[in-house]
């Protein structure tokens, strides 16, 4: 009898806790299963670089009345849990993290919220128009990067080169003259592996060359991308570039002209306080930021790669959300994160101020070049873009490794578009 | 009446949790791939038979990701149970430091998969990779090897980090099979004449294929589902993808749920498969 009662017991708790497990949060739920914020509570999906300071959330949450919750997420995973709570109708959080790549696929679910923005804003902050699909402002840019070249002024002295170098043909002599020299055995840092970095790599290489990447009906422009891909060609076949670069990180590979082990570099804004930093940076003071060469001359335009925030379309709270983005992206708190986050400003006004108080060190044509930023997308970012992508860094990454040659490597990546926009 | 009430009762969570937890996401995996379900067309969802399977049968990409995981799976099956086979044969030894020993064996298997592949990375890795350094440094070779630069050579790397970390299981579960069988059945095969390689065939390998079955086919499975060492020693490339990843990439980068599940479906079937033939073939009655 008292073993019939123990096991009896024993079901009962199982299951309570079975259904306890099961239903937990439920009060937190709405009748359309998006987040329920109790008065103004928001959640703000963000990687560790962009999580504000505990002061900087009380400040906002004194002006507004607005709480914050914060989830921080590793960047690879925010998409991943948006896509997964968003295929069963969910709200993962009200404010979420939209990196430049995502917002076509992002527009197209329709997981965004159109955002109200000013003129004078638009004005200031070049980067928006990445986030601009159908007149749309989808999400506000708050940690900027666009390409800049970098140059070793030493390693170039030491190979007899003294002029900075203005187009591409250019880059490519002085690095033959920085390996005949035995200056510098692999000169040019370029991500080679089969990554993401790798396919903006031909982007703004093909960009800055012939100011186009794409044509308006979204196939590739032929002579501009093949252009570039046998530009990597050459600097592939004639080693300018190391091996490792085709199976290492792009960031491993752009980070060799900390080490010394390459002179010139086209790569993320970041560098130019990288390049001063004794502890990631064994050449100090010898990396110049430069503006991006071009075909004939500089080039007239550079790729951004910013990140932003939007509000999900599925927040039940949309009106404190997007009052946390205007917040979030204002020139104030875009000085307050460079100090704390060491986030670029997207705003040219707060990163102007940041050079000319010396916030900013060593920033070379860093401004000049936030200038003319401009997307390459003609009709904003694809919704295909994750597929196209991989198709461009798989074909490139297979040209490194010697499997295909430029044409090839074209062929293989335009009929992968080709499929993309028939489908 | 009770009698009968109890035993389902007892059951009841046990059943729920697999009901919530495993018949049904398996049942709703199913439904999924008989859609169109692409998350950036939401407008665009519908039922549309087996067309997804039909499709992924037809795909190159498909049938490279397949070729990779056979690969995978036979250098990985057969080196797994060759080596741990053996590891449980020294394990067996009675040693003073048998404890210490057997603790070491089984250190790679604690390891989280991804660590694993970051580790062999540092030894594979075409630049400054250990095994490069070392062979730069016999003068056994002038350039270093890209290891993870040829589709077969990476597929290579790959199977030996997963071998590394099956083995400690096999050898485990040999070396339980193995301290499982009686001493007096060798005893008897002596008295009765039997020779080392007699008694190993009729008495230790029909006596520990149930044991080796079941590394087999916790082996099959691992193999079938390596991961976290792909991307770990060459990313997202095509060079080294396995039908894990083509689904993983399908379902989560390109958001497309409904082929994404039906590859789920064919990795879930072919492991299915794997599985009821190691059960078949190596579960049968003993004579000895």
């Known amino acids: ?423 | 009446m009770k009698k009968k009430i109890l035993p389902y009762l007892l059951l009841t969570p046990m059943i729920l949790i697999m009901g919530v937890l495993v018949f049904y996401p398996i049942i709703a995996t199913f439904s999924y791939s008989l859609k169109k379900w692409k998350l950036t067309a939401p407008g665009d969802i519908r039922f549309i038979g087996i067309k997804n399977y039909q499709d992924i049968l037809q795909s190159d990409s498909f049938w490279y990701s397949m070729q990779n995981t056979i690969f995978i799976l036979l250098f990985v099956v057969v080196f797994t149970t060759i080596v741990g086979c053996l590891v449980a044969a020294f394990l067996k030894i009675d040693v003073k430091w048998s404890g210490l020993l057997l603790a070491l064996a089984i250190l790679p298997w604690a390891l989280p998969p991804f660590v694993n592949g970051i580790l062999w990375k540092f030894v594979f890795f075409s630049g400054y990779g250990f095994l490069n350094k070392l062979l730069l440094g016999i003068g056994f070779i002038s350039q270093p090897i890209e290891f993870l630069g040829g589709r077969w050579s990476l597929l290579l790397v790959i199977s030996i980090v997963v071998v590394w970390r099956s083995v400690p299981f096999m050898a485990l579960v040999c070396l339980a099979g193995r301290q499982s069988i009686p001493g007096e059945l060798y005893e008897a095969a002596k008295i009765d004449g039997g020779s080392g390689w007699k008694i190993f065939r009729h008495i230790t390998l029909p006596l520990m294929l149930p044991f080796v079955g079941v590394g087999l086919t916790s082996t099959s499975v691992t193999a079938i589902n390596v991961f976290d060492e792909v991307v770990a020693l060459s990313g997202y490339s095509d060079l080294g993808k396995n039908i894990l990843m083509e689904s993983y990439l399908t379902t989560f980068t390109f958001l497309d749920f409904g082929k994404g599940s039906a590859m789920t479906y064919i990795v879930m079937l072919f492991a299915l498969i794997l599985g009821i033939f190691y059960l078949r073939s190596l579960n049968k009655e003993v004579e000895y």
């Open chain 1, 1 to 423: 009898m008292k073993k019939r009662w123990v096991s009896a017991l024993l079901v009962f708790s199982m299951s309570i806790a079975l259904v306890a497990g099961c239903a937990g949060n439920a009060d937190k739920k709405d009748s359309a299963g998006g987040t329920k914020t109790e008065g103004d509570k928001i959640t703000f999906m963000v990687p560790d670089w962009g999580v504000p300071t505990d002061e900087q959330l009380a400040s906002f949450t004194e002006e507004t009345g607005i709480e914050v919750e914060i989830a921080e997420v590793g960047w690879d995973d925010i998409r991943e849990k948006l896509a997964t709570a968003a295929s069963a109708g969910k709200c993962a959080a009200d404010v979420v993290e939209v990196d430049w790549s995502w917002v076509g696929e992002f527009y197209a679910a329709d997981w965004l919220e159109p955002l109200e923005v000013s003129d004078e804003d638009k004005a200031d902050m070049p980067t928006i128009e990445t986030f601009t699909i159908d007149d749309k402002v989808l999400a506000m840019p708050y940690a900027n990067d666009y390409r800049l070249a970098y140059y070793n002024t030493e390693q170039f002295a030491k190979a007899g080169i003294t002029k900075e170098p203005q187009t591409w043909d250019d880059v490519l002599e002085a690095c033959r003259a920085l390996k005949s020299t035995g200056t510098v055995d692999h000169p040019f840092a370029i991500a080679l592996n089969a990554e993401e970095k790798t396919s903006t790599c031909l982007m703004w290489l093909a960009y800055t060359m012939n100011g186009v990447v794409w044509n308006e009906d979204g196939r590739f422009n032929k002579e501009s991308v093949l252009e570039a891909l046998k530009y990597m060609e050459t600097l592939i076949n004639e080693e300018l570039v190391a091996p490792e670069d085709k199976t290492s990180s792009g960031m491993d590979a752009y980070m060799r002209i900390c080490g010394g082990t390459a002179s010139f570099l086209t790569g993320p804004t970041s560098f130019v306080s990288r390049s001063q930093n004794e502890e990631l940076c064994s050449v100090v003071g010898q990396i110049q930021p430069i503006l991006v060469p071009g075909k004939e001359g500089k080039a007239a335009q550079t790729m951004p790669l910013p990140e932003a925030i939007g509000v999900n379309k599925l927040s039940e709270n949309k009106e404190a959300a997007k009052k946390f983005v205007e917040w979030y992206t204002s020139a104030d708190m875009q000085k307050q994160l460079n100090k704390t986050n060491s986030a670029i400003p997207t705003r040219n006004s707060v990163l102007e101020e940041l050079i000319n108080d010396g916030t900013i060190q060593n920033s070379g044509a860093m401004l000049e070049q936030a200038k003319i930023v401009s997307s390459p997308f003609p009709n904003g970012v694809p919704s295909y873009y994750a597929q196209m992508s991989s198709a461009m860094y798989n074909a490139i990454n297979k040209m490194a490794l010697g499997e295909l040659n430029a044409e090839q490597a074209y062929d293989e990546m335009a009929s992968a578009l080709e499929e993309l926009i028939n489908e």
